[in-house]
């Protein structure tokens, strides 16, 4: 498999299986951070789990209530934010590096469609 970056509106998701230590990248038009493999793995897991949640609250709210749902690894914590059809997305990499990052609930759907198809996890 050749180096992959997906990109849409405000957001960027990547995979170079080459790369000696930072296989991943997540990041927007404006920042990126570069992730280990397992990071990355987690990234897209609790990015799916999260989505899957949002779909699942869409009959238990009614349409104007807002609702914020979490999702945390040994790696990572993820959060969004919003309403189940749209919500924003923030990480914190819960490793040595001590980042942290957000995209805006229009990035979030091809965010998460590209992440679901750049590699199998």
Request: glycine letters at 6%; charged letters at 25%; proline letters at 2%.
């Amino acid at each position: 498999m050749q180096r992959l970056v997906k990109s849409g509106s405000d957001w960027r998701i990547g995979w170079n299986p080459n790369a000696p230590e930072f296989n991943g990248l997540v990041g927007t038009d404006d920042w990126a951070i570069e992730l280990t493999e397992a990071e990355l793995n987690d990234f897209c897991r609790l990015l799916a789990q999260l989505a899957d949640t949002m779909k699942q609250l869409a009959s238990e709210l009614m349409d104007e209530e807002k609702i914020a749902c979490e999702a945390e690894s040994d790696l990572l914590w993820m959060e969004v934010e919003g309403y189940p059809h749209a919500y924003s997305l923030r990480f914190i990499l819960n490793t040595g590096r001590c980042v942290e990052g957000k995209w805006n609930a229009d990035a979030v759907a091809g965010l998460l469609q590209a992440a679901a198809t750049l590699k199998v996890f």
